[in-house]
């Protein structure tokens, strides 16, 4: 069933900005030394079909059972699967923030591997160098930008709207404010709809926001050199938010998030006046039934946003 089912590509570039790892392994035991080079996402276990989706996608890789902290891994590690389809994907559907970087380095690895040069103390070596360069080990002061993400240079390539779509699935929310007791505290109900990233993807969220016309909403700073765009006004998230998503579509559990955040927005305006909440103790009872069902509107092929198939 899945297999007759296509996901955009860029669906899947935006996802792997935020989920995906691009992974060089060197391990010594006594004079042995295991080299590997390994393409993989891990998310939890819930959006095991949208992993799939894209495992199908690739036509290449393998999904492992769920661990013991509910999460699964879509791993490819074939020389030749990441040779002749991971690499060739990226590079025709290229990230668009810091892990681009994280892909040059791995590109060249997988040219050693390609000539085989990794076996000697040569490759070895440099295989080292380059994942000491990778993901958390980077050198944070000097991130470089990739240039085809740059307005105005002769490469760029712009944000395609799938690719913020993959994007929002693996690092945007969409949530209900509701820790308030009190129906009259305008805490209680709101809606909102964000990204938070390290400061590095700063350029990459003000291409989001470029690309939603949303040029208006501030990048907040966060603790640990992190920054978020958070869209909490009613009017934006109606006239803007939803119909983007409608459009270009979300899969697995931020879509069903997506959906409820569609339906309690609709209870809101069907019970204000003049754009004011008629707030009533029923009102926040539904709201709550709404945002807490887990049923999913929930139905199984909501997970996956197909229909007809």
Request: glycine content about 6%; overall charge positive; charged content about 20%.
């Amino acid at each position: 069933m899945l297999s007759n089912f296509s996901i955009n590509p860029w669906t899947i570039t935006g996802y792997v900005e935020a989920e995906g790892n691009f992974s060089i392994s060197v391990y010594k035991y006594g004079s042995n030394v295991t080299r590997a080079i390994t393409f993989n996402i891990h998310v939890h276990a819930e959006d095991i079909i949208f992993l799939t989706l894209i495992k199908n996608y690739f036509n290449c890789g393998t999904i492992c059972s769920v661990d013991k902290f509910g999460h699964v891994t879509y791993t490819v590690k074939r020389k030749d699967d990441i040779l002749n389809i991971i690499i060739p994907f990226f590079t025709k559907y290229p990230l668009q923030g810091t892990k681009y970087l994280d892909f040059l380095l791995f590109v060249q690895a997988a040219n050693l591997f390609s000539k085989n040069e990794h076996l000697t103390d040569e490759g070895t070596a440099k295989l080292l160098v380059f994942k000491n360069l990778m993901n958390t080990n980077r050198d944070k002061s000097k991130f470089i930008q990739p240039s085809h993400s740059i307005l105005g240079n002769k490469d760029y390539i712009p944000l395609d709207p799938n690719y913020i779509s993959g994007f929002s699935i693996g690092d945007g929310h969409f949530s209900l404010r509701k820790n308030s007791a009190n129906i009259k505290n305008q805490v209680f109900g709101s809606l909102s709809y964000g990204v938070t990233q390290h400061v590095d993807n700063t350029y990459l969220l003000k291409s989001i926001l470029l690309a939603l016309d949303l040029n208006n909403i501030n990048i907040h700073k966060k603790a640990l050199g992190t920054i978020q765009i958070n869209i909490s006004d009613r009017a934006t998230i109606r006239n803007t938010i939803i119909p983007f998503f409608d459009k270009y579509p979300l899969y697995g559990m931020k879509l069903i998030a997506f959906l409820k955040i569609k339906d309690i927005l609709k209870l809101l305006d069907d019970n204000s006046i003049n754009g004011r909440v008629k707030w009533t103790p029923e009102l926040k009872e539904e709201i709550l039934k709404i945002w807490d069902n887990k049923s999913s509107i929930l139905n199984e092929d909501a997970t996956l946003n197909v229909k007809g198939w």
